[in-house]
């Protein structure tokens, strides 16, 4: 950690009688949190931004297995204040040094019963939001809880309209607060007059997921949990959180915020954790192997990746992950492995291999030292279980046991992040998106792009050369442009996409019909990185528009997409370096070139001073590298 600062300011022990409200507000003194005991004993909270509460009076707590509520006949006992000024440096991200800076009050409180329990509620207020948990004391006689349902509230002014996802994959509507009659993911953006909130959770690892839904009480939003976790006590929660923005893009570039409520680091050589792009072998042949990897020498690719199929049907629990055994629907092969890995690592190609929940769920222990004996460099999760305790807790252990292999882990499907990359950044990415094998329009990407992304790295499965790019989505100049706006460490940028002299074999991967074309534009690839050392959003607007501008080393990547409606774009170059000078390569769409992608390419200097105008279309998009000179 560096530039910390630590002091505690207050700590006291109170009587109920004249200590029923705390309050602690935001470094910059415009966030504040309230929080008191009313005459009845029960516990609220509140937020508010310069004087406009954000969050009206809410509840706070859980109820558990008797009945009992907790957040109920409580008293402060004593509160402790502290403020730490501090930043941190991660193994690869969208930022070189990620700020850390908060004022935390712990409230220590006592129940009013005959047996009364202690707790600590703790609550974090930075510049960018608030983020709150519970922390249960140790209690001889009751060793356990099994908590019922959870009764936080997140009440707002007015029945604001919010951007809701059913599950983690599923499309995003946008609804008022008042129609969420079911559980939706978090986390949740909600448009409140001239502010953007993000509700969510950070630190969920062993613990039942948290989603949100409307509430009794009018413009409410209540945490729900999917089942009833049991824990042993002394037990601290995951965080509720709230971020709070004055556009979509101040939230997304605050998107650390969750990584901030986790633990550091707890890898001690992290030598072996590398970012990358990669491409899909959809064949399952040793031709197909040795082609990827041969494209990705050639191409600036560092991954390949074994999908589903290579040790057997995925969906059969009889398939033995310790084998290699090409499932005859997916591919004929032959597939000869190790021969790939063997030559994929002379030529310094790492290789991911897909596993299937079931296979891991009996195996892990026995094909994670196995895998790491073969050369492999990482494992892609796939179809795991998740929103249970018993589920969640075996997937972060199962992402330990992986980081003590030394391999690298992408998570698909259903899991959303909550900032576990932190603690183990071996956790590369994961989906928990509705991706380009979805074939989403760029309008639904731009609500992606200021929703899901505000949890984390995002694995969006870029196809670049499948029919569905141009059929269904915003074309090639669009798939440039996502690369660099929607951060992945690890960046799938040939989904369903084989090289040109790979194996004829196409088998059961639908979509991987077509070879790659090498057209001009692909050297945008070759050069663009997949993580970062600043990230600035230059403008937004969910649904809508957004140009977003990434640095890594002395250049400057930038991706802007459009909606269903054509964007001005009015690109003033004031984040590049001054006094220096830059070669913009400008990729863009234009329908009358005389290549398959129709991406033309030009190129002019500039400089931090210049002012670019640029007339994008509807669902289409523009992709510059600037190269300083």
Not at 147 to 161: G, H, M, S
Not at 225 to 248: A, C, F, K, N, Q
Not at 375 to 391: D, H
Not at 464 to 469: G, I, L
């Amino acid at each position: 950690m560096k530039n910390l600062i630590l002091v505690i300011l207050a700590f006291a022990l109170f009587a109920c009688s004249n200590s029923n409200s705390v309050s602690v507000q935001s470094p910059d003194g415009k966030i504040k949190v309230d929080y008191w005991i009313d005459e009845a004993s029960n516990n609220y909270y509140s937020v508010n931004q310069d004087g406009e509460i954000l969050i009206q009076p809410s509840f706070l707590g859980f109820e558990l297995e008797n009945g009992e509520k907790i957040g109920t006949n409580v008293k402060i006992v004593s509160v402790q204040k502290t403020k730490v000024a501090d930043s941190w440096t991660p193994v690869y991200g969208e930022l070189a040094e990620v700020p850390d800076v908060y004022n935390q009050i712990v409230i220590r409180l006592k129940e009013t019963t005959q047996t009364p329990r202690e707790f600590e509620l703790t609550f974090r207020v930075y510049n960018e939001g608030v983020a709150f948990n519970l922390n249960f004391l140790s209690d001889d006689n009751n060793p356990t809880l099994t908590i019922q349902k959870e009764l936080t509230e997140f009440k707002l002014a007015n029945d604001y309209e919010c951007w809701v996802s059913d599950r983690a994959q599923s499309e995003y509507r946008k609804v008022p607060i008042s129609e969420i009659a079911a559980p939706v993911e978090r986390p949740l953006v909600i448009e409140a007059d001239k502010k953007y909130l993000a509700i969510g959770e950070a630190k969920l690892i062993d613990f039942s997921r948290m989603k949100l839904m409307a509430g009794e009480s009018a413009n409410t939003l209540v945490a729900t949990l999917h089942d009833e976790p049991t824990v042993t006590l002394p037990y601290t929660t995951p965080w509720r959180t709230i971020m709070v923005g004055d556009s979509p893009g101040e939230l997304l570039e605050h998107n650390y915020f969750l990584q901030n409520l986790n633990d550091p680091c707890a890898i001690d050589d992290v030598s072996w954790i590398k970012s990358g792009k990669v491409i899909r072998e959809v064949t399952l042949t040793t031709k197909g192997g040795i082609a990827c990897v041969d494209f990705a020498v050639e191409n600036g690719l560092q991954y390949v990746e074994f999908d589903a199929g290579w040790y057997g049907l995925e969906y059969d629990d009889a398939s033995d992950a310790t084998t290699i055994t090409v499932d005859p629907k997916r591919s004929p092969g032959p597939l000869d492995l190790h021969k790939v890995i063997d030559y994929a690592n002379s030529k310094g190609i790492g290789i991911i291999l897909y596993v299937n929940r079931r296979a891991l769920e009996k195996q892990i222990d026995e094909i994670l030292p196995l895998y790491r004996s073969w050369g492999v460099k990482g494992l892609k999760y796939g179809f795991v279980q998740v929103g249970s305790q018993e589920w969640t807790t075996w997937l972060h252990e199962a992402v330990k046991k992986a980081a003590e292999n030394e391999l690298m882990v992408d998570i698909h499907d259903e899991y959303r992040p909550t900032g576990f990359s932190r603690t183990y950044p071996n956790l590369m990415t994961q989906e928990g998106i509705r991706g380009d094998e979805e074939s989403p329009a760029n309008a639904h990407t731009l609500t992606t792009l200021f929703t899901r992304m505000l949890a984390g790295a995002g694995d969006n499965t870029i196809c670049y050369f499948a029919p569905r790019v141009t059929e269904k989505m915003g074309g090639h100049v669009s798939q440039l442009a996502k690369a660099v706006m929607l951060y992945s460490p690890w960046q799938f940028l040939f989904w369903y996409d084989r090289p040109p002299n790979s194996s004829d074999v196409i088998g059961g991967v639908p979509g991987a019909k077509d070879y790659i074309e090498l057209t001009p534009e692909l050297e945008f690839f070759k050069n663009m990185p997949t993580v970062w050392n600043d990230t600035k959003v230059l403008e937004g607007k969910i649904a809508d528009y957004a140009t977003v501008a990434r640095k890594s080393g002395n250049d400057w990547f930038l991706g802007s997409l459009t909606g269903k409606n054509s964007h001005a774009l009015q690109l003033n170059l004031s984040f590049l370096d001054t006094g220096k000078s830059y070669e913009a390569i400008v990729y863009s769409y234009d329908p009358e070139i005389d290549i398959p992608t129709k991406v033309r390419i030009d190129k002019q200097e500039v400089n931090s001073t210049s002012l670019l105008n640029f007339d994008i279309r509807p669902n289409s998009g523009l992709a510059i590298q600037f190269r300083q000179l």
